[in-house]
């Protein structure tokens, strides 16, 4: 992979403009060599001079872009160490705190204080919960930072020797040693100290010691996830699959004696199969944010270390489009199948709720829980604070009515208007 395209996957997205503009840089030094007078028009002297003079401003450009780096690091390294105090004096409060509790704990205070102490407990064990969410997201912004100091190193090393490659000099390398290798982004170490502190007292005061447990909650995800192979075939597989089914649907449509009232059945599969292109398009969304740099997970309050990617979210819609099309095909062959036709889009329906309300930590239970939180929140907005997440979803909502009068008519249909014919196998609509 070119520096470049390593450069855009790897840079954190709200610090864009504070990094090396390498490609900046780089088509400067090609335009600079493709103006560059001819040999054979001009003395060897005026092209000397002519470069001479674009090594200047080039230098000068290379100083403004090692200046800006500078600032930036300084001021993000400072926030560090005021965030590291900060929270080192927090850990230290509440570590005080619980002893104090333990220390009043004999028999003089067993009756009279127990239920303040179930309090205490209970606000201790709160408060050492968030800690342990502070000191995650402080050691993921130590992360970054140290990927940027090391990216930013990278493109300096990178472009400097382009240009003694592409003007045959070595005025880069001697740029490079006289200021690069000696600027403060550069040589200052305490983001690695600051990273070596952070472990040891998450390790040491909030789980015991047990550095493989501490490690496993500061586990920072790679800078530029790559897909997994295996949900990339699930993807494939199970789109490739909706699509000959969907071609099985319109033939047997066509072709065969549907029961019953079409309007009815299309009201019923309707709601559904627009939930599941919802969703595939809000994977095809977060591609696009991606690509373009939108650090949606920060702009959503995701979790870095635990959130679904694109193709996580086209595998969902894929396998459940799948569903969808085995249901209508039941639905259509419901006589040859001695199945009730409209038991399929309710058992559809169940299926799909079933996974969205599935209580164990299977199925993707992170997002589908944090889906329900927002929902909540949205259902309860006049009572609860909202953020930027509960307004976007409520704004999808609004483009999703024809859903929920689907869903509606959906219940309606099922708890008034079917009557189940157990003896024939049917149901009947009234």
Known sequence: MKFAEHLAAHITPEWRKQYIQYEEMKAMLYSGVERAPSPEAVEQSDIARYFANFDEDFFHHCEKELRKINTFFSEKIAEATRKS??????????????????????????????????????????????????????????????????????????????HDKLLGTDAGAKWRQQWVDVAPFYVNKDIDKLIHDTENMVTRNLEGGDRQKAMKRLRVPPLNDQQSPWVTFKVGLFSGAFAVLVC?????????????????????????????????????????????????????????????????????????????????????????LSIPAYANPLMLVVLLLAFLFNPTRTLRHHARFWLLRVLGRIIAAPFFHVGFADFWLADQLNSLVPVLVDFQYFVCFYVTSVNWEVNTGRITSH
Do not use: C
Request: proline share 1%; charged share 20%.
């Open 85 to 162: 105090g900060n929270l080192k004096s927090e850990l230290h409060n509440a570590i005080q705190s619980a002893g104090r509790d333990r220390a009043g704990s004999g028999k003089r205070f067993a009756v009279k204080k127990a239920l303040n102490r179930q309090v205490k407990r209970n606000v201790q064990y709160r408060k050492i919960h968030e800690l342990r969410l502070a000191f995650s997201e402080f050691y993921l912004s130590l992360i970054l930072l140290q990927n940027y100091q090391n990216l930013n190193f990278t493109g300096f090393r990178k472009i400097l020797k382009k």
């Open 248 to 336: 099985a649907v319109i033939i047997s449509a066509i072709f065969t004696n549907a029961p019953d009232n079409w309007r009815i059945a299309v009201r019923l599969y309707r709601g559904s199969l627009l939930i599941i292109l919802f969703l595939f398009l809000i994977g095809i969304n977060v591609y696009g944010w991606r690509t373009s740099g939108v650090n949606h997970v920060l702009i959503f309050e995701l979790d870095p270390r635990n959130h679904l990617s694109e193709q996580h979210l086209m595998e969902i819609a894929a396998i459940t489009s799948v569903m969808w099309s085995l249901s209508v095909l039941a639905f259509l062959y419901s006589d040859a």
